[in-house]
């Protein structure tokens, strides 16, 4: 059906019958309406599951087709209508005297890779939620489907636990102002459902965790000078049987606040060193005979974690390091690889995960935060992931990957221009097909895409040397 | 001031951890004390002292009053408690500014005098300057000294401050030709480059990419080389505006046309100006530098620099001069032919020279001084004495330091940006090597040294837009700004973050998109509206 003008639609049912029906006229238009003109986009999905969340295994596909008989899209879930929607409004153009025009097309689409996602760090930098909601906009416009929120780190606990308050309370950099209230949580959850968009919560232990402490006295490890405490804190400290229960309640909470199947329970950069001062830890070891191996306490930390968090009906995903420490882990654990050279070039590792059995995500090359001079979208764009030695079957065990955007020196004030459009590449590369690598029909479209972004509102930086018709102001 | 004194500041600074601390730049010399005084924003104002030269009508001043009224107390509802009774000893209702000497319709120049004084004591709130531009740099420090405790009350501590700047050019460079800068993103960047005391506005306003300048002498160099000449250009109505804007914050304006390289962009609207580059024996289709060979050049080049100059008021053009490449010209017979009637053989440095010799003169006989790329010095070209030298190549064809030496020691004063490219980015805290950078570090007399009068940050456009030009050149270039305006001793990294983090802090609360120097946060982050 066409749009109808509400009062219109009322006036319909006064008219006698033999009066022609009023068509809404479009401004300057006489006659009747064209062959040439289309005036509805109809969609058609096929499996029902509105009111779901999107998952790993969601169906992207979507076809299009503007012909002279249709104006078509048929998805087989919401999802891909929402992918096709996107493709829609990117067909449709403008000539210089303002005409609409979308050109005769067909598209049958769909993901090279099922997770595509994007990651936020909320922890160095407190991110208002106006920013990631924005966020999670340009992210539909570009196809991601995941929002790796990594909420809490060393730096600061801005999430709004209700079972445990203190650890926002004393964690926060301001619990009036730099949180994320159970209210603002479920927004985001929303917001990203609406746009097909998961999203995958990281609360990252053992290390990383300075901020819990204030909140959970005696969760982290008390560091040893010698004999004595130094009045530092290393990470989760894995000798005491209340660390388990802390984990248990407070994992509990975080799986019931994230609807998606997975959690990413973090597992990297796990420092020894205050674990190897503090004399609990060392008698620890000895009891559980580890002898000075202390990947084997990390290990037995990071298992007694996932069962938790399995006994609680959760998948998860987890750092490289969990992997390469040898922690045993279920074999439906999502590995994600983010080290570019160690322990190995982060091919390499990309091999070994998937050889294991194991699937992966990428992210090495794809840390956005590593700025340089130059147009670095370029190399982003050039990352083939499946550019390791291994069988088809492990290949498949990638999964996608991640633009990962830390925040040691992102916030607000240049989180918008840093992340786009460079994360757009990181976009196509997990959407498009493998033979995409011709880099100036990249450019060309990806500078296209960059004016369009502009002219949405979006305060995305320049590729190189150029203009859009209508350049960036602030209102 | 003698070190001592600056160290006696420095250690009271660092002693109490409050408010006098958020100063950027620091002042030469301060002294500062916990005893403080309340302000009133509904009662405080800024007065002129009975003997200034300066007074109600002076519209730098009266107009700066203004906006620091609303950067002080902009967001303060006018039904905040008023003081009750008579006014007390520990209140300051009012800045009094005295300026000696007049100048108020002037426009600022390289001799400025920016001292001042600030005094604010149980007996006084005063500012005394020599002369408008000294008052609005302590205008600013001004600003940055008032405070506001949690429950809201505005305070001034008790301070002494004798102030001037180490350099008197002290610039940021914007490059509107490789993407063109809406207006509101230079008088954007002329706001902070007041907050941070920067006093030149270096504007490289063409290049090869686009011509942007609307000319009124010869229109089609704007309507044929702009991006777009409907929306992306500079009227004569917005240059206006940039100087005039510029002139009430004490900020020169240096307009840059650069030639000959760096002008694919004049070709369109002004045929013949380029060099036609040759394949062989038949023009290629490229074009390159300005043609130094024809007459009509040099015509050219009177006509538009006679525009130019009464244009823009500064004493100085800068006349570029940088990255002449030497392959078309070489390419193209009649330059060959011109070479061989000069006598210049081989080398093109000499046909260089003698374009750049033209050009020079062409400028000085209408009354301005020039500043140029360092490849003018470089290349041996025969120019005024009273030249200015802005050395930018940092290794070539000698390291930067050694590139200072070389021009002072020769006599030319130089302004460095080597160091200070800031368009040149890297992941992490770089803002550290912008302020460690020490601008006399190299070998010479100090009479030589003293032929240093100062710097340039540089924001060259090639991925800048308005999109990240404000995140980009704040604060990293504020670590710039101090290294020309304070004391050379002042080197710790720690007193420098502690009172940078802040500053950027209260550039956000000012509505600057200011990116954070490391992990941390500030009470209001930012948040477009």
Redesign the interface.
Known sequence: MAPVHPNLRAALHHLPAHLPIPVPRQFGRAGKRHMSEKNSLVILVVTPGCDQFPSLESVENYTLTVNDEQCFLLSETVWGALRGLETFSQLVWRSPEGTFYINKTEIEDFPRFPHRGLLLDTS?????L??ILDTLDVMAYNKFNVFHWHLVDD??FPYESFTFPNLTKKGS??PA??IYTAQDVKEVIEYARLRGIRVLAEFDTPGHTLSWGPGVPGLLTPCYSGSHPSGTFGPVNPALNNTYEFMSTFFLEISSVFPDFYLHLGGDEVDFTCWKSNPDIQAFMKKKGFGEDFKKLESFYIQTLLDIVSAYGKGYVVWQEVFDNKVKVQPDTVIQVWREEMPVRYTKEMELVTSAGFRALLSAPWYL???????DWKNIYMVEPLAFEGSPEQKALVIGGEACMW????????L???LWPRAGAVAERLWSNKMLTNLDFAYKRLAHFRCEL?RRGV?????????C???????
């Open positions: 160095r930098h407190y991110l208002p106006a920013s730096s600061s950099y301001n102002t730099h935060n590593h700025i340089t001079y130059g147009p925040g040691e020196y992102v916030d607000s004030t240049n918008v221009p840093r502009l305060q995305a930086q320049p590729l190189s040397v150029g203009y018709d209508v350049e960036f102001e602030q209102t």
